[in-house]
């Protein structure tokens, strides 16, 4: 199994490699009323490109001799953003593909941090075989979002750095998608401290690790509109590493509603005045709903601030929102 090799080894390599570039964020107390226990705030919103990912992406990149042609992904979120920038750093080229589809704002951030932009059908799926169809004509090195052994190193050095800083923490909750930093995150932090408490947290539609450990393998799920749309998407029919490290050290996975998702964006501005996206506050809105309960210090990772600016306005003027097929009525927070 692939998984047997990748230990806290690979993620103290991952340290020394992104040391000082993308590491060394602040963990806060939150002063959020009601969590019922201390619970720190791992801030991966202050990272250049305003996401963890950035860590993921510097350490395979770092892995690539300095003579490498260069890097593609498909990824139009935090990953491509994160590869474009760690491209640009290292000097190397970068290739991002996606679909007619993707926004045309999308397009000008990568192109600005200095990547190439290849739009390429009407699907993820295309922007995909053109990102494999580079790999084989320009001999390219493709950079997975997640399932990959040393970008699942890099997020890995979140949780070293919370538990150096924090060895006492008893629950650790982690946002959870195709599990890159979960699995990073729980080989780190379990290494270190067996006893600690590790809980992914995905929205409770379309949460497609939370539905392939249901099931014993990693299953396909349909894609809704979400806050928290950076924790969208499958892990992969063929996943080789986060399905079995997030299966064998995950304690629990718990799902949380658009609504739960959203008053916890409205309480984290409103009492620690902080933006985040929908996908970086779903471990606050499992405490803050009653889903997990602390039983001592416990920390979450806010995983990204790559918020939609109107929609955030909404959340916290209490306005009324549409999430797709879901209405929500607006509510105002006190204080
Ligand atoms: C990518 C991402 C996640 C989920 O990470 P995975 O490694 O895919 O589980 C969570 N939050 C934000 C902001 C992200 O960009």
Redesign the pocket.
């Known amino acids: 199994m692939p998984t047997d090799r990748l230990t806290l080894a690979d993620v103290l390599a991952a340290a020394a490699a992104i040391r000082g570039q993308a590491d060394g964020t602040p963990l806060v107390p939150s002063q959020i009323p009601g969590l019922g226990q201390e619970m720190l705030l791992k801030l ?1 919103t202050t990272q250049p490109m ?4 950035l860590r ?1 992406a510097l350490n395979a990149l770092a892995a690539l001799p300095p003579d490498a042609p260069g890097v593609v992904c498909c990824s139009t ?3 491509g953003r994160a590869i474009a920038y760690a491209a640009r750093q290292r000097g190397m080229r970068a290739v991002v593909c996606m679909s007619a589809l993707v926004p045309e704002a999308k397009v000008v951030g990568i192109r600005a941090l200095g990547a190439e932009v290849r739009i390429i059908g009407r699907s993820q799926d295309d922007a995909a075989e053109e990102s494999l169809r580079l790999v084989v004509a320009e001999g390219l090195v493709e950079i997975p ?2 399932d990959d052994a040393r ?2 190193a890099g ?1 890995g050095t979140v949780g070293l750095e919370i538990m150096a800083a924090r060895p006492d923490l008893t629950t650790l909750l ?11 995150v729980a080989l780190a932090a379990k290494t270190i401290k067996p006893d600690l408490r590790i809980i ?1 947290v995905s929205m409770d539609r379309g949460a497609a ?1 939370q539905a392939s450990l249901a099931a014993g393998h990693p299953v396909a799920v349909t894609e809704y509109p979400s806050l ?1 749309d ?2 969208g ?1 499958g ?1 992969g029919l063929e996943n080789r590493h ?1 399905f079995a490290i997030c299966r064998d050290l995950l304690d629990e996975v718990v799902l949380v509603s658009e609504a739960a998702i959203r008053d916890a964006m409205q309480a984290l501005f409103t009492h620690d005045r902080m933006v ?2 929908g ?2 506050v ?1 471990g606050l809105a499992a405490v803050l709903t009653g889903a997990v309960a602390l039983t001592g210090p416990s920390a979450t ?1 806010l ?4 918020t939609d600016m109107a929609t955030f306005a909404d959340i916290v003027a209490g306005r009324d929102l549409n999430i797709g097929d879901i209405f929500l009525k607006g509510r105002q927070h006190g204080a």
């Open positions: 991966e305003g996401a963890f990912k993921g979120g935090n990953h979002p997640f970008v699942i997020q982690v946002p959870l998608s195709g599990g890159g930093l979960a699995a990073g992914g690790m928290a950076s924790l998407g892990i986060t985040a996206e996908g970086a779903v990772i995983t990204g601030r790559n």
